[in-house]
């Protein structure tokens, strides 16, 4: 089945592109729910990937706005008495095996699914504002680059950009050189995310308070990345 | 020998598999208006769907992923969740199609009475997703499916002027007495009809739950290749033997009946009852498929265990929504309304929910990242762009046809 393709947990990865909304599969193949959400963890000062959520309030917290709010409290109001309702289900990182076209546990289904502790989330960090470092606005968090580092998926980069539609359609990450078609539509999409560009997560200071990020530095660079 | 046996029988179950109750009555319909004068628009609509499943069963074997797996991610969890509800509410609305579909064909025989027959036909369908061995069903259908070649006899038994037949299809030859608009509006009736989305759904499921694997793509194109313009050649058949019979009268097809009456016309009784048993295969084959289409899709967003060989137990809600909607379906039944309208309207609202599955689909088909070096080729793409405009093209065109035109009147 997906056994050919590669285990992308051993080169860079962008979060929403590659790990949001997979399958996760267990280590008989069983199905047990999507990647609602990714937690992030501060460790030795870096954003590290420490666990994946899943479940209702996960996938809810991602609708944002006033919508993903009062779906979210409705959850929890489904049944009061149960404590933590509204916290996800959370599986840790160091249960998952592999990741291709979806994510494979090392474990059983069974009982392998925790409450979350409050932690920070990528459903949070991408659709941040991101101002420069002129306090001007510049666009927003579209994704965040991860690397394996010491056996942990450590933040590397943001990608920002206009927030434009077509981002999680993988043709900007890619870059001008890829031979990911039809032709005509990666056009449209490169053209609509012209302005798109990766900031270092060194230059970046994110404010999870007031949901912003805001640059040390201009942001050059096109997203363009040697993905294999 | 195995293996060929193996690719004759999907190549038979996707001929019987392509023809549903959308097939059956529009094309009479049309059929009986126009005559062969829309022909053209079942070749696009035939190419269309072999260009669509070839990309998902090629996503399927390669990638290990289903249509809803991928619209979720490609397109994010709230357009995702419009796409699943905008898809579902249409693949539920030919699921109740086929359903009463299923049980005017049992009605053209028993002369009982439609609505005595619908929660007949609800429990068995529910009891075929929820018990049977789905495999065996699903050739067995099929198979019978292809009593529906008795169109294709019935044409050749009435003994029509070739010529003429092919001159009207080559040259779209619309008949005088109708207007432009109604031949446009039922050119996307019928485009709807043969690209129905739930059969991607279930081909690129099916795929999945199967292990399809890279080996298994020449298998799988030729079902897709061969298999479904078979089922198109029936389609035609059914289009055919309506002019013959029914244009010259001036009848148009508000029944099931009359799809079936140019075979009765020209086959008689033994004819008719083949007929019929070509609609109860194929329509219950359908009803199984768009059931379990919506099981399929609504577990694919939300990620729960789904598939029609896993037992109840280890997949309850996927078998919780599939109980649900073959009781809303059979529900809706009740209330009377007409099947034969329903069909008629399921099959235009086909057209307008496409694109939202066969673009990201198209995407997908193309990502290094799912397909490694099966990705499309040149000509799948040149395809698969030229379907992307004339899909997006019929969507816009639907409900403004649908409304100027009152539904073909």
Redesign the interface.
């Known amino acids: 089945m997906s056994g050919d393709l590669d285990n992308r947990l051993s080169g860079p990865i962008d979060g929403a592109l590659h790990l949001l909304d997979r399958q996760l599969l267990d280590s008989e193949g069983r199905m047990l729910g999507k990647v609602d959400d990714v937690e992030l963890s501060e460790i030795d000062g870096r954003l590290t990937i420490t666990g994946l959520l899943t479940g209702p309030e996960a996938l809810l917290d991602r609708f944002g706005g006033r919508l993903g709010r009062i779906l979210g409290e409705r959850w929890g109001q489904l049944r009061v008495s149960e404590p933590d309702r509204t916290r996800p289900w959370r599986v840790d990182v160091a249960d998952v095996d592999r990741l291709d076209s979806a994510v494979h546990l090392a474990v059983r289904r069974e009982g392998v699914l925790r409450r979350d502790r409050e932690r920070l989330r990528l459903g949070r960090l991408t659709g941040m504002d991101v101002e420069g470092a002129d306090g001007q606005r510049i666009g927003r968090v579209l994704d965040a680059r991860f690397e394996p580092e010491s056996g942990r998926l450590v933040l590397c980069s943001l990608v920002v950009g206009h927030g434009r539609p077509g981002t999680l359609l993988g043709y900007d990450r890619h870059g001008r050189g890829s031979a990911h078609g039809p032709w005509l539509l990666r056009a449209i999409v490169l053209a609509l995310h012209r302005h798109t560009a990766i900031v270092a997560a060194e230059d970046a200071g994110i404010s999870w308070a007031d949901a912003t990020v805001r640059l040390r530095s201009e942001p050059t660079r096109p997203p363009g990345h040697p993905f294999r | 020998m195995k293996r060929v046996f193996a690719v004759a029988l999907g190549i038979l179950t996707a001929i019987g598999g392509f023809v549903d109750i959308g097939d059956l009555v529009t094309n009479a319909q049309v059929g009986a208006r126009f005559g062969l004068s829309l022909v053209w628009v079942v070749l696009m609509g035939v190419l269309g769907i072999c260009v669509f499943a070839e990309m998902s069963g090629r996503v399927a074997a390669?990638?290990?992923?289903a249509t809803f797996?991928l619209v979720?991610?490609?397109?994010?969890?709230?357009v995702?969740?419009l796409n699943l509800g905008a898809s579902m509410l249409i693949t539920f609305l030919t699921f109740v199609a086929e359903i009463g579909g299923v049980a005017l064909s049992l009605q053209l025989v028993s002369s009982v009475h439609v609505l005595l027959i619908v929660p007949l036909v609800g429990l068995l369908v529910w009891l075929v997703l929820w018990r049977a061995r789905f495999s065996l069903m699903e050739n067995v259908l099929g198979l019978l499916g292809l009593a529906l070649v008795v169109f294709a006899v019935a044409v050749w038994q009435l003994g029509p002027d070739w010529g003429a037949l092919v001159h009207q299809a080559v040259t779209a030859d619309k008949p005088a007495d109708e207007r432009w608009r109604t031949y446009a509006y039922y050119a996307v009736a019928l485009f709807g009809a043969a690209m129905t989305p739930y059969e991607v759904f279930f081909f690129s499921s099916g795929g999945?739950e199967e292990?399809?694997?890279?080996e298994d793509l020449r298998t799988m194109r030729a079902n897709v290749f061969i298999g479904f313009p078979l089922g198109g050649i029936l389609s035609v058949a059914v289009a055919a033997s309506a002019w013959l019979v029914l244009g010259p009268l001036e009848i148009g097809v508000d029944t099931l009946g009359q799809v079936a009456l140019p075979v009765a016309a020209a086959l008689g009784k033994v004819g008719l009852a083949v007929a019929i048993v070509g609609f109860v295969a194929a329509t219950f084959g359908a009803a199984c498929e768009t059931g379990l289409s919506v099981g399929y899709s609504i577990a694919?967003y939300?990620?729960?265990?789904?598939g029609k060989y896993v037992r109840p137990p280890?997949a309850a809600v996927f078998h919780a929504i599939l109980l649900l909607a073959t009781l809303a379906a059979t529900a809706f039944l009740m209330t009377a309304v007409d099947p034969i309208v329903v069909t008629e309207v399921s099959v235009v609202f086909s057209a307008v929910a496409l694109p939202l599955t066969y673009f990201p689909i198209?995407?997908v088909a193309?990502?290094?990242?799912?397909m490694?070096e099966h990705?499309?080729g040149r000509l799948a793409?040149a395809l698969?762009?030229v379907y992307l405009v004339v899909i997006g093209v019929a969507a816009v065109a639907a409900i403004p046809l649908m409304i100027w035109t009152r539904m073909g009147q």
Not at chain 2, 72 to 78: H, M, S, V
Not at chain 2, 302 to 306: D, P, S, V
């Open positions: 390669v990638s290990g992923r797996d979720r991610e490609r397109l994010g969890p709230r995702g969740l999945v292990h399809w694997g890279p694919q939300f990620g729960a265990q789904w280890e198209l995407v193309n990502d290094p990242d799912y490694g990705g499309n793409n698969g762009m």
